[in-house]
């Protein structure tokens, strides 16, 4: 398994923002969608507000695999469940990283459902 590198780790997980691409089943990339990134010890995780339903986290369920560009990386990803003990490390990890004007959008990653949606993005080689 590939991991990400101490560089890249560093790269997204200052980015402000990530740019997600899914995978549809016969392999072409969905339009790329901006949402949030948190690194949380050395690995990358992002969250869906509307849960498993809504918005661009279906599409990561296809192939559970699609690519992603932040902080001047891009790599192709597979989009792993994360386990359920790093939750609220993930939490954590969202809370630190969006204070100020963001603040007061941090409450729509902690909930139940959001917290559900928490995706591991695994570099592939």
Known sequence: MTVWTSEDLDKIGA???????????????RKPVTIWVVR???????????GRTGGWFPGTQDRHEGRIRAGGIERDVSFVDAEPEVLDGVDAAYQAKYRGPNAQFVP?????SARTSTLKLVPRS
């Open 15 to 29: 980015a402000e923002e990530l740019q997600i691409q899914s995978c549809r089943r016969d392999g072409t990339l």
């Open 40 to 50: 949380h010890s050395d690995d990358v995780y992002v969250r869906s507000v509307k």
């Open 108 to 112: 729509s990653v902690l909930i139940a």
